[in-house]
């Protein structure tokens, strides 16, 4: 299941597939609960404060991400969730337009795991240079699914 564990870049499209030692139902969870996913969200040093969170199309989730000092305000615009195995949304913070990117997340079951594939579709490729430039995005996505993975780790140990 090794050959799950990817990342790649195709022009202005960033892929995550990894696969993760939980049942779909609980990746869903983890993903969709604002209870859940302030233990896990953001690269390694961030944490979450969620004003809003309502997990339907059309709908809005409000969070500010905290690191070095700074505050980052961010909203997404969910524009399809099919529960338990498909969110999209719009990404916007305050960069501004050019900056705003949409993600797809498909959560497949494979034996009693769940295969998540997360791809974020940017404007262009140069922005998302820009945005690995100034703010390291390749890693700080790669870290957030780490802290994604081990945050369900806990939770699978404490269902046992």
């Known amino acids: 299941m090794e050959k799950y564990n990817t990342f790649k870049q195709e022009e ?3 892929i995550h597939t990894r696969i993760l030692d939980a049942p779909r139902e609980l990746v869903w969870e983890v993903w969709t609960n604002p209870e859940h996913i302030k ?3 953001g690269p390694n040093g961030f944490s979450l404060t969620t004003k809003s969170m ?4 059309g709908k809005i989730w409000d969070f500010i991400m905290h690191s070095m000092g700074r ?3 961010n909203k997404i615009e969910y524009v399809e969730v099919k529960k338990p195995s498909l969110l999209s949304y ?3 913070g305050e960069r501004g337009e050019d900056y705003d990117f949409m993600v797809s997340i498909s959560f497949a079951e494979v034996e009693g795991k769940t295969l998540l594939t997360m791809k974020s579709t940017f404007k262009s490729k140069e922005i998302i240079e ?8 390749i890693e700080g996505g790669k870290q957030t699914l780490n ?3 081990n945050y369900l780790k806990i939770l699978v140990k404490e269902n046992e």
């Open 71 to 73: 505050d980052w305000d």
């Open 12 to 14: 202005n499209i960033l």
């Open 130 to 137: 820009e945005l690995n430039r100034r703010v390291n995005a």
């Open 90 to 92: 719009r990404h916007s």
């Open 54 to 57: 309502t997990v339907e199309p």
């Open 39 to 41: 233990e896990w969200w």
């Open 147 to 149: 802290r994604l993975e």
